[in-house]
């Protein structure tokens, strides 16, 4: 299919690990977001990229997560040193523009132990 | 600061009947509002959103949604529910000019009863 792909789709993780979650965007999509969202509540935007510019990176909770898109399609989040409240699912979305019609990938659900 | 409220958790409805879910919001300026839909082992998906003009927004899957400016509110109806509709329902609103970064309610869990 031609949707936004995530991988992997589980993750776990020992405390204090680092892990690298991957979002294949739809081809051509300008923008793209990361959100984090935790059991029972909705998703928590995290970061936003148009092309390769990371334009918004203000809900990234700590200096631990780090967002990337270094050739404007692939993105990779990167979460170092893993804590328990890490544990969640990480959805990347992509619009062919703004954020008016994002389209979202299956999620990437990590769990840190 | 941009906020959504979903004060329903949980509502459960029989097959063909109506439903109404309740969305409240907290924006400065004129929003972009937005409901999807999450259901298991699929991805969110969007249903309708709001951004100008009429205020009655149709949907997909027979899904329509009422911005009200003087409620702040932009609930989702649908006059006859069906199975498939069992699922999590998310408003959210656009907090920029360009809706790049969206505020998500912490979403209703819809069940039917057949």
């Known amino acids: 299919g031609a949707g936004v792909s995530q991988s992997p789709r589980y993750k776990v993780a020992k405390r204090g690990q680092d892990v690298a979650l991957r979002c294949d965007p739809i081809?051509?999509?300008?923008?793209l977001f990361w959100y984090q969202q935790a059991l029972g509540q909705g998703p928590e935007f995290l970061t936003y990229f148009q092309n390769e510019a990371q334009l918004d990176k203000s809900g990234l909770p700590s200096d631990r997560f780090f967002a990337e898109r270094p050739e404007g399609s692939v993105s990779t989040l990167k979460i170092q040193r893993t804590q328990q409240e890490d544990s969640a699912v990480y959805l990347c979305?992509?619009?062919?523009?703004?954020?008016?019609?994002?389209?979202f990938g299956p999620g990437t659900r990590l769990t840190v132990l | 600061a941009q906020s959504v409220t979903q004060p329903d958790i949980h509502i459960t409805v029989s097959e063909g009947a109506s439903l109404e879910l309740r969305c409240n919001y907290s924006y400065g300026a004129t929003p972009y509002l937005f409901w999807y839909v999450q259901s298991p082992g699929q991805g969110l998906q969007l249903l309708l959103k709001?951004?100008?003009?009429?205020?009655l927004v149709q949907g997909i899957k027979g899904f329509e949604a009422e911005f009200k400016r003087s409620q702040s509110s932009f609930n989702l109806r649908k006059p006859s529910v069906h199975w498939s509709d069992a699922a999590e329902y998310f408003c959210?609103?656009?907090?920029?000019?360009?809706?790049?970064?969206?505020?998500f309610g912490s979403g209703t869990r819809l069940s039917i009863r057949p």
């Open positions: 959210a609103v656009g907090a920029s000019s360009s809706a790049s970064k969206i505020i």
């Open positions: 709001y951004f100008s003009g009429d205020t």
């Open positions: 081809s051509g999509h300008v923008s």
């Open positions: 979305a992509s619009s062919p523009s703004g954020g008016e019609r994002q389209f």
